[in-house]
């Protein structure tokens, strides 16, 4: 079995709602919170652009909402190496494994979204 960490991060009281209602809409029901994330972040890391969509997310305020998500130990370092990829173009970006997630969660709202309406 995994090892897994549990961390948290703040959203946009909106955001989180459109989360929850995708998770739901998504079929993983109520516990499939982190199982959606973790597989936005797989998404995003992917991306070759990701550190411009890390630098985004920045600008996001009124942060209210704290979530909390079990991460893979595998993913979390992942999520490491992401950082200093991103440190590397953005040396002055503050909370960038929180942006890294929240950048995530909206590419995967906003591109599934699209890919849905465009059918």
Not at 68 to 80: K, V
Request: a positive charge; glycine letters at 4%; hydrophobic letters at 40%.
């Amino acid at each position: 079995m995994q090892k897994t960490v549990t961390t948290s991060i703040k959203l946009q009281k909106k955001l989180h709602r459109q989360l929850q209602q995708r998770v739901i809409e998504d079929g993983y029901g109520m516990r499939g919170k982190s199982k959606w994330i973790i597989e936005s972040i797989e998404s995003l890391l992917k991306l070759a652009d990701y550190p411009e969509l890390v630098e985004i997310a920045e600008d996001m305020d009124h942060l209210n909402d704290i979530i909390s998500i079990r991460l893979s130990d595998t993913l979390m370092g992942r999520l490491d190496k992401a950082v200093i990829q991103v440190r590397k173009q953005y040396p002055a970006l503050e909370g960038v494994k929180s942006n890294l997630i929240r950048a995530s969660i909206m590419q995967r709202l906003l591109r599934e979204h699209t890919s849905v309406t465009e059918v």
